[in-house]
Antibody
Framework: EVQLVESGGDLVRPGGSLRLSCAAS????????MSWVRQAPGKGLEWVSS????????FYADSVKGRFTISRDSSKNTVYLQMNSLRAEDTATYYC???????????????WGQGTLVTVSS | EIVMTQSPLSLSVTPGEPASISCRSS???????????LSWYLQKPGQSPQLLIY???SGASGVPDRFSGSGSGTDFTLKISRVEAEDVGVYYC?????????FGGGTKVEIK
């Protein structure tokens, strides 16, 4: 069974940093692109970032470009999201999701993790 | 970026009755390979989103066959043939044709 388990969410002050982790199991991690999608409280879904299966290609929403960094460690079957210079508008539940296969701009997400809550507030 | 627009915003349905949700994209989602990169997700209360439909009309594994997707280009529809109590939640369409991936605003389905 494919499982994605996020962790690392916390309360952080504006301007602070946080690193989210997503531990994957039940599939060949190195063969799939992975993504992060967030959902502000009571709001809809917003794609944040994706990372290719090989080659290290990374992709970001304009709203986080230059502040967030996605990475992966195939030895640990884990994808990370390093979040710097956090703002109040980054407050959201962050979901990790498995892409449909190896990196392609043409994609869908399945499955999704349970999410981890990031709150940016003073 | 491609803008996704869903309607209606909310839907109240009697169990056993059908339901339909529309999703429109600001650009065609038809790839030159002949596939439409439109997927549907259901977010049940307190849960993460789950994939229902991909490539506009292909049902994800384990999804009941009362869910169906149709459409091509810029107009898409999700239909529930007979709504059940477990179908409550917010439904989202998503375009996966090009980066950035974008989502519709969601349609909340409630049971009467």
């Amino acid at each position: 069974e494919v499982q994605l388990v996020e962790s690392g969410g916390d309360l952080v002050r504006p301007g602070g940093s946080l690193r989210l982790s997503c531990a994957a199991s039940g599939f060949t991690f190195s063969s799939y692109a992975m993504s992060w999608v967030r959902q502000a409280p009571g709001k809809g879904l917003e794609w944040v970032s994706s990372i290719s299966d090989v080659g290290g290609g990374t992709f970001y929403a304009d709203s986080v470009k230059g502040r967030f960094t996605i990475s992966r460690d195939s030895s640990k079957n884990t994808v990370y999201l390093q979040m710097n210079s956090l703002r109040a508008e980054d407050t959201a539940t962050y979901y990790c999701a498995k892409d449909r296969g190896s990196w392609s701009p043409q994609t869908w997400f399945h499955p999704w993790g349970q999410g981890t809550l990031v709150t940016v507030s003073s | 970026e491609i803008v996704m627009t869903q309607s209606p915003l909310s839907l109240s349905v009697t169990p056993g009755e059908p339901a339909s949700i529309s999703c429109r994209s600001s650009q065609s989602l038809l790839h030159r390979n002949g596939y439409n990169y439109l997927s549907w997700y259901l977010q049940k209360p307190g849960q993460s989103p789950q994939l229902l439909i991909y490539l506009a009309s292909s049902g994800a594994s384990g999804v009941p066959d009362r869910f169906s997707g149709s459409g091509s280009g810029t107009d898409f529809t999700l239909k529930i043939s007979r709504v059940e109590a477990e179908d409550v939640g917010v439904y989202y369409c998503m375009q996966g044709l090009q980066t950035p991936v974008t989502f519709g605003g969601g349609t909340k389905v409630e049971i009467k």
